[in-house]
Every structure is written in structure tokens, then in C-alpha cells.
């Protein structure tokens, strides 16, 4: 997983993709195994979904402030 940049995109695409199925079975397992009345499998998917969202949104938020950085050190 370390190369997978080295990759063609078709195969980074479902590497990432299995890494992301991986992550939300494992996600699941730990709410499940937290809290057995939480069979919900939606209910589970909306949260993890939610944080992969947020975790998205702040990078994008960093790299938007990175660039203004980097436009503002041309300017100059």
C-alpha cells in the first residue's frame, strides 16, 4: 500500500476502495462490539461515512490555507 501512487489509477482506485471496505467492516465491528443493540448496519455506515466526510473537509480546509500561503510567499 506504501507505492500505491506508483500505480496505474484503475488499481490505486480499488486498493483505496479495499482499504475503505476494510475500514468500515472494522468501524461496524467496534460499534457492534460496543453496543450489540446497534444492529443498524445504515445507522453505522452514515457515522463512519460522517467522519471519512470531516476528515475530507479539513484537509481540503489545510490545503486551501496552504495554497494562499504559498500564493501569498509568490507575491512578495
Known amino acids: 500500500m506504501s507505492n500505491i501512487i506508483t ?20 468501524h461496524a465491528n467496534e ?8 444492529t443498524d448496519d445504515r445507522i453505522i455506515f452514515e457515522g463512519w461515512a460522517i467522519q471519512k466526510i470531516a476528515g475530507l473537509h479539513f484537509l481540503v480546509l489545510e490545503l486551501v490555507q496552504r495554497v494562499g ?8
Open 7 to 26: 500505480l496505474p489509477i484503475g488499481p490505486r482506485i480499488d486498493a483505496i476502495s479495499e482499504r475503505l471496505q476494510d475500514e468500515l467492516e472494522a
Open 69 to 76: 500561503e504559498l500564493e501569498a510567499r509568490k507575491k512578495r
Open 31 to 38: 460499534c457492534r462490539s460496543h453496543n450489540p443493540k446497534l
